[in-house]
């Protein structure tokens, strides 16, 4: 029950991290335009949902709380889009 009551607010707070990522990869410009960075901000949404899909399959076999899990997903999102806005401020 820990899980899914954690599960409400990582949904939640999706949208900001998969959007903290999205927005620095709309603005690479290759010679297809911008669609290759929408093209890998599909991709990371698609990673998004597998990890947080694999955390969901491992819930029961950790001995530490389920809620960590939960959250590993948005924080892996939330690091690498701080990563990828850094960069492209320089």
């Known amino acids: 029950y820990v899980a899914e009551w954690h599960m409400k607010f990582v949904l939640s707070f999706a949208c900001f991290c998969l959007t903290i990522v999205t927005f620095p990869l709309?603005?690479?410009?290759?010679?297809?335009?911008?669609?290759?960075?929408?093209?890998?901000?599909?991709?990371?949404?698609v990673a998004y949902w597998y990890i947080l899909f694999f955390s969901q399959l491992k819930i029961f076999d950790v001995s530490f709380s389920s809620a960590w899990l939960?959250?590993?997903?948005?924080?892996v999102m939330l690091a690498f889009g701080i990563i990828l806005l850094?960069?492209?401020r320089k």
Not at 32 to 37: A, E
Not at 70 to 75: F, L, Q, R
């Open 26 to 45: 709309s603005f690479i410009k290759i010679r297809y335009g911008r669609l290759f960075g929408f093209g890998l901000s599909l991709l990371f949404a």
């Open 70 to 75: 939960m959250w590993i997903c948005d924080a």
């Open 86 to 88: 850094a960069v492209k």
